[in-house]
């Protein structure tokens, strides 16, 4: 017993160590069988237990053989579409030579290029309708064909439009500048709407002494490289130079502009028009209609007669048929290639008359298959008349009426000004669009200027400094005299070249957007009438972001005139999808002639005048009109102020049009505050109503001057097409703190009458300070009123009220848009020398 009792003694004593060895415990009862499990999945399979076969996964070396395809297939897709552009199968290579210094001559550089030792082989004179510096040329040697259009810088318009066409642009720079202000005012506008390939050339280089010859290159190298970082300055003195210069245009590599790969485009290389009747002809006036037969190579996409096509600055028209004539400028010179038939269906022959090849015709439009020229919706007068509601909508009323929830309002408030009352426990103080600005000293600022003005003017007066002598005085009087005669005649001089109307109106627009700058929104109230009656447009916001805005209440007579997607985004991927599997029409590379029908003359007038024409395909639906968003910043060259419904003139992709947009803010929210004046340090959203167009695409704004001129005011993109989107006009009523106790104060001056304190007391305040408060009540009957805060309020602080409406921009559209000739170019180069002084 006492052994066992020394043992139970040392068994209780014994402890086990920390490194003791644990096992897992068996898990009971926790095992599921096969149908438990095929039970809880019901029938789902794990992707785990798919095999590669299953999910169609594919070894490593298919894997690398499948990349190396479609690596294979886009690189061959690319040099087939490389090849094509001038070879036999595709349109002649475009090719636009322009000047950017007023020193150099782009006549000379096409000279160079007709010369025989260049290599080519000169086929047509004036090959582009309009221009007269324009040829084509055959390189047997390198089996290609060319186009060279030298355009002049004078008609901007012009140059843009000839740009968006031409598949090549060559620069002349000068040798020593590269190029003047007017050159770099005309290389934003291209870059602004998209460069095409390019190169660059200059002459007088092989003048120059050899020593002095790298040091001139190396020197223009750097003035170029801040526009073209990776361009190379091609020197063209001789017509070995022309040679290698062609070889580079030839096989350089195409920039793809995303505005005209998407749609068949055309430069009118010969056009006559034919009037729909004798009596309207070129002796019946210029509005006469008539049938537009235009020649050109087809580039971009195929050509389908069934669209509608767009003359830029002129407007959109129909098509009737197109032909397909002998190509002027066959790679082959002893005959023409045959038009392939098999996508154009059936072709008819024409006889072209004595001597000349009969006229294939391609297709002919179908009346019912046609696009329609139909640009707004029609509108119903009586889409807008009251009804008589039905018993279901009187029984809902009814029972909307019942369930309304009773609130207690002061005496004499209206069921409309009841419903902006918010109960105090539900009073927040919630996000809205503080723009607090801190203008305190401004005042103080402009009263230092005016009196530094005063004193220049005060120490300039005659007689500040009198001589002791009668005969200085007397020298000194003749002097005056001489000068002053010699500065009146300046001054005539200089009066003669000034439109006071102009300035005038200059200056007010400058003192309003000072005055916007400085109080942002700021209005004053009227004295002689009602503030209630003066704003009863406007609303209050208690949270700008948050606060709800239908975008349907309250929609202007223009909404029922334009047209509108569910989806925008989904529209545009569907056509441009469309439009890139499209392989009917004519067919890129074709030479054919166009029969565009009720035409007006004005259009052969421009062309006669020496304007070129250009044309592009329109796709499905942009012709109607909508509300369009472009996303522009503003140019650094122009500094004058530009208000909100101003007419522009504006540049989106192929379209040029003038309207009066409105300016807003480029939020992600759902409502945007409206800018009175385009912004130049910030991207503005600007809102017209213009024909719809799929994005991508470059946009140009230009403002025309009482002369007919036009300067550039901004560049940007197309945004999209939106006309629910929620522009909101802020306009901000200030108020005085007469009286202050603690979060409590009296204020005054932002109302005149009992009345419209009332009406605006449920709007919320705010301070320039960060104060946020509301109106209590009304003290008196000549506007003052008291007023709590959310913290104690200072003494220099301003009460604020903001107030919201809805506004659209103006009805202007008007796609005729073109500059008298020829453009003055000297004033503009002195005004961008002037502004490179500043």
Not at 99 to 123: Q, Y
Not at 550 to 558: C, I, K, S
Not at 709 to 732: E, F, H, N, Y
Request: proline share 5%.
């Amino acid at each position: 017993m006492a052994k066992m009792a020394a043992n139970g003694e040392k068994q209780q004593g014994h402890r086990p160590g920390i490194y003791k060895q644990k096992n897992k415990a068996h898990k009971n009862g926790r095992h599921r069988t096969k149908g438990e499990i095929e039970r809880e999945n019901k029938g789902r399979v794990s992707v785990t237990a798919l095999t590669k076969k299953q999910r169609k996964e594919q070894k490593k070396m298919d894997r690398r053989h499948k990349a190396n395809q479609l690596r294979r297939n886009k690189k061959d897709m690319v040099l087939t579409e490389k090849r094509r552009l001038g070879s036999r199968d595709g349109p002649p290579h475009l090719v636009v030579v322009v000047s950017l210094h007023a020193s150099v001559d782009a006549g000379a550089i096409t000279k160079l290029l007709r010369g025989e030792d260049a290599g080519g082989i000169v086929h047509q004179e004036r090959c582009v309708s309009g221009i007269s510096d324009s040829f084509g040329m055959i390189l047997p040697r390198f089996k290609q064909r060319f186009t060279f259009v030298s355009q002049s810088t004078a008609d901007m318009h012009s140059l843009l439009d000839v740009a968006k066409i031409a598949d090549s642009l060559v620069f002349v720079l000068d040798s020593t500048e590269a190029w003047d202000s007017y050159g770099d005012y005309c290389l934003s506008c291209l870059f602004a709407q998209g460069l095409p390939s390019h190169a660059l050339v200059c002459q007088g280089v092989s003048d120059l002494p050899v020593k002095k010859r790298v040091e001139s290159r190396r020197a223009l190298s750097k003035i170029t490289e801040i526009r073209f970082p990776d361009a190379r300055l091609f020197p063209l003195d001789s017509e070995q130079d022309g040679t290698l210069l062609l070889r580079h245009l030839g096989t350089q590599r195409q920039r793809k502009l995303g505005f005209r790969s998407r749609r068949s485009h055309l430069l009118a290389q010969h056009v006559t028009f034919t009037p729909n009747s004798p009596a309207e002809g070129t002796g019946g006036g210029p509005t006469g209609l008539g049938t537009l037969c235009v020649s050109g190579y087809v580039r971009g996409r195929p050509l389908r007669v069934d669209r509608l096509v767009h003359i830029s600055g002129h407007g959109d028209f129909q098509l009737s048929q197109i032909d397909a004539p002998s190509d002027p400028l066959p790679l082959n010179l002893t005959a023409a290639r045959p038009v392939k038939s098999g996508k154009a269906g059936d072709i008819d022959m024409m006889d072209g008359g004595e001597g000349e090849a009969p006229v294939r015709v391609l297709m002919k439009a179908d009346p019912k298959s046609r696009e329609s020229l139909q640009a707004e919706a029609e509108v119903d007068p009586m889409d807008g008349e009251q009804t008589w509601p039905t018993e279901s909508e009187l029984l809902e009323a009814e029972e909307a009426r019942k369930n309304k929830r009773v609130m207690k309002v002061p005496k004499g408030t209206s069921d409309y000004q009841a419903s902006w009352i918010v109960d105090e426990d539900e009073e927040e103080n919630g996000d809205t669009d503080d723009e607090s600005s801190d203008n305190d000293d401004d005042d103080d600022m402009l009263d230092e200027a005016m009196e530094g003005e005063d004193e220049e003017i005060n120490s300039q007066e005659p007689g500040s400094g009198c001589a002791s002598e009668e005969e200085e005085e007397e020298d000194e009087e003749e002097e005056e005299e001489v000068c002053t005669t010699e500065r009146t005649g300046a001054d005539q001089r200089y009066d003669e070249h000034m439109d006071e109307a102009a300035e005038e109106e200059g200056l007010k627009r400058y003192r309003e957007a000072r005055s916007n700058e400085m109080f942002p929104d700021e209005v004053d109230t009227p004295l002689d009438m009602a503030a209630r009656i003066r704003f009863q447009r406007y609303r209050g916001l208690k949270s700008f972001r948050a606060s709800p805005w239908d975008p349907m209440e309250n929609l202007p007579l223009n909404y029922s005139r334009i047209f509108q997607f569910q989806s925008f985004d989904r529209t545009r991927h569907r056509i441009l999808a469309e439009a890139a599997a499209e392989e009917e029409g004519a067919m890129v590379g074709w030479y054919v002639t166009l029969h565009i029908i009720d035409v007006p003359f004005s259009v052969m007038e421009s062309v006669q005048s020496g304007r070129p024409l250009t044309l592009v395909s329109l796709l499905p639906h942009e012709q109607k009109m909508s509300v369009m968003h472009l996303l522009v910043r503003r140019h650094p060259s122009n500094t004058e102020p530009i208000k909100s419904k101003e007419e522009l003139v504006f540049h989106c992709g192929f379209r040029r049009f003038r309207a009066s947009p409105i300016f807003s803010q480029h939020t992600s929210a759902d409502k945007h505050k409206m800018e009175r004046f385009l912004r130049p340090d910030a991207p503005t959203v600007v809102s017209v109503y213009a024909p719809i167009t799929f994005n991508p695409a470059g946009v140009l704004l230009f403002k025309q001057r009482n002369d007919g001129m036009q300067d550039l005011v901004a560049t940007g993109s197309l945004l999209s097409c939106d006309p629910q989107r929620v522009v909101l006009k802020r306009i901000v009523v200030s108020g005085h703190p007469f009286k202050i106790n603690r979060r409590s104060a009296v204020v005054r001056y932002m109302f005149f009458n009992r009345d419209d304190i009332m009406w605006f007391k449920p709007v919320e305040l705010r301070t320039k300070w960060g104060r946020r408060g509301h109106i209590k009540e009304a003290l008196g009957t000549h506007g003052h009123m008291k007023c709590v805060f959310d913290n104690q309020l200072r003494s220099q602080d301003t009460v604020l009220m903001n107030l919201y409406k809805r506004v659209y921009p103006r009805w202007t559209y008007d796609p005729y848009v073109s500059l008298p000739l020829p453009w003055v170019k000297r004033e503009i180069t002195v005004e961008m020398d002037d502004l490179d002084m500043e």
